[in-house]
Nanobody, 124 residues
Framework: QVRLAEFGGGLVQTGGSLRLSCAAS????????MGWFRQSPGKEREFVAA????????YYADSVKGRFTISRDNNVNSVYLQMNALKPEDTAVYYC?????????????????WGQGTQVTVSS
């Protein structure tokens, strides 16, 4: 059984920064790529960023490229999302997820375990 728990959400002003953390249970964390998604009210959940199993490769949605950075520490079973230059449109619930397999990091169906999410609110 894999459990994911996100931390670090909150309220921040436009232009500010937040760092989200996702802690994973289970001994196979380092075997799997990990991703971050987000969902705003009234919108579908969307891909934000993903990391390969080693952390050597990262993938980003165009909307966050250059502002967000995904990283991971396999020694402590955690993945992070550093968010800089935040905008009101970044307001959403952010979820981390474990990627099972596939060919497209941005596809939800390629992820098998999800956290409960953490709220990020960016005020204008």
């Amino acid at each position: 059984q894999v459990r994911l728990a996100e931390f670090g959400g909150g309220l921040v002003q436009t232009g500010g920064s937040l760092r989200l953390s996702c802690a994973a249970s289970g001994r196979t964390f380092s075997d799997f790529p990990m991703g971050w998604f987000r969902q705003s009210p009234g919108k579908e959940r969307e891909f934000v960023a993903a990391s390969s199993w080693s952390g050597g490769s990262q993938y980003y949605a165009d909307s966050v490229k250059g502002r967000f950075t995904i990283s991971r520490d396999n020694n402590v079973n955690s993945v992070y999302l550093q968010m800089n230059a935040l905008k009101p449109e970044d307001t959403a619930v952010y979820y981390c997820a474990r990627r099972r397999s596939g060919t497209d990091f941005s596809r939800e169906y390629e992820y098998d375990y999800w956290g409960q999410g953490t709220q990020v609110t960016v005020s204008s």
